[in-house]
């Protein structure tokens, strides 16, 4: 492990001060969102897409901060807000809902309330406050939540204010995720609320991966990145490929030993962890579900590929199993079955909790067949209720 003075710039929740690589595209995103005085009527929304790891979290955060800061320097009124949520692990716009009203009040949780309830009392909170904000919805793939009830809420909050109470203080939306997902999205927008054509981002060529790495190291160690770490990291990102997030997941993995996470709180109060996975069932997880939702068989197959690959047998059948089952009873993953498939039904594995986040510890467990292979231990999570094509538009 290295003494590491900032750990939270290896954060996934981290945002750059300087968007490496997509200085542009973020400047695009302001400019459709045209704060702090939009010329055209509401809603005022902007669209980022690209495939993961491409830098969308980034852009729509950055331009979202943007935004805030325009007003800011505009208006002598309240302060705007940033009301950022990553929709890929929550459950249908109900979670989506609950995690945008648990911005404004902590300690809400959404169990027991209607969909609509919650939407009421988000938009009454905002209106009660009287801040412009911005709505950064990220993480948009295959399989999200339907976000049409919540896009619909913003666009016509009088449907769902008390008598006598009339629209919201301005407002932006920023919707960033993969193409497919956000495509996905404009369906469950409905015919007359169409997402607009996005901002398309190619994939990061290898010389920003590494600016981005080694500024990512600077802020969190406070000196530069060892060259031969660098060149490790980068050597195995391009083996196995990713984009930005699988590049700093690989170097938090670096830095801090193995252990995922970031700050204080590695382990739980109360002793060590209790949960025992191999790497290649996590990294497997993280591979085929891109931080949301993935088919079981598939990361049963590529378990059986990273465990080969690093000379090891892959996970008997029935301790794969026992590995899923430990990770569902610490709250981080759910299993769901959907129709679908050869036999009528699709099991599925949702990710509750970002994979980057997950709090875990160097351990050996006789795991493999025909030896003892490296594990990893695992804090259960704390309990949480997380109950059309488009033409595309390259920046410049």
């Given amino acids: 492990m290295f003494p590491m003075p900032n750990p939270e710039a290896l954060s996934s929740e981290w945002l750059a001060p300087i968007p490496i690589g997509r200085e542009r595209e973020v400047q695009e995103a302001v400019r459709r969102l045209a704060a702090p005085s939009p010329t055209s009527p509401?809603?005022?929304?902007?669209?980022?897409?690209?495939?993961?790891?491409?830098?969308?979290?980034?852009?729509?955060?950055?331009?979202?901060?943007?935004?805030?800061?325009?007003?800011?320097?505009?208006?002598?009124?309240?302060?705007?807000?940033?009301?950022?949520?990553?929709?890929?692990?929550?459950?249908?716009?109900?979670?989506v809902a609950t995690a945008l009203l648990r911005l404004l009040d902590e300690g809400f949780e959404g169990r027991g309330f209607s969909m609509a309830e919650i939407l009421a009392g988000l938009l009454r909170r905002l209106r009660r406050e009287q801040r412009p904000f911005v709505v950064v919805l990220d993480d948009i793939v295959?399989?999200?939540?339907?976000?049409?009830?919540?896009?619909?809420?913003?666009?016509?909050?009088?449907?769902?204010?008390?008598?006598g109470e009339h629209g919201l203080p301005p407002h932006w939306t920023v919707l960033a995720g993969t193409p497919e997902g956000l495509m996905a999205a404009d369906r469950g927008c409905g015919s007359h609320e169409r997402l607009p054509a996005p901002i398309v981002l190619a994939p990061y060529p290898s010389e920003v991966l590494e600016a981005i790495l080694r500024d990512r190291a600077q802020r969190a160690l406070g000196r530069p990145l060892p060259e031969a770490l660098l060149g490790r990291v980068m050597a195995r990102l391009l083996e196995e490929g990713g984009g930005s997030r699988r590049a700093v997941e690989l170097l938090r993995r670096e830095l801090l030993g193995g252990r995922r996470g970031y700050g204080p709180g590695f382990i739980p109060r109360g002793g060590e962890p209790t949960v025992h996975v191999e790497p290649s069932v996590v990294d497997a997880i993280e591979e085929a579900s891109r931080g949301s939702v993935a088919r079981l068989g598939e990361v049963r197959r590529r378990e059986g590929e990273l465990a080969r690959r690093r000379g090891s047998a892959p996970l008997p059948t029935t301790t794969f199993w026992?590995?899923?089952?430990?990770?569902?009873?610490?709250?981080?993953?759910?299993?769901?079955?959907?129709?679908?498939?050869?036999?009528?039904?699709?099991?599925?594995?949702?990710?509750?909790?970002?994979?980057?986040?997950?709090?875990?510890?160097?351990?050996?467990?006789?795991?493999h067949r025909g030896g003892e292979g490296p594990g990893v231990a695992l804090a259960p999570a704390p309990a949480v209720d997380r109950t059309a094509d488009w033409p595309s538009v390259p920046v410049g």
């Fill in 42 to 95: 509401p809603p005022w929304l902007a669209v980022v897409a690209g495939p993961a790891g491409s830098g969308t979290s980034t852009v729509a955060r950055r331009a979202a901060r943007e935004v805030v800061e325009r007003l800011r320097r505009s208006t002598a009124g309240p302060p705007a807000r940033v009301l950022a949520v990553r929709v890929g692990p929550l459950k249908g716009p109900h979670g």
């Fill in 322 to 367: 026992r590995r899923i089952v430990r990770l569902e009873q610490a709250g981080y993953v759910r299993r769901e079955i959907r129709t679908g498939g050869a036999g009528g039904t699709r099991s599925l594995l949702r990710v509750l909790t970002p994979i980057d986040e997950w709090v875990t510890a160097p351990s050996a467990l006789q795991t």
């Fill in 142 to 163: 295959v399989g999200s939540p339907d976000l049409g009830p919540v896009l619909r809420a913003l666009a016509e909050p009088d449907r769902f204010l008390p008598e």
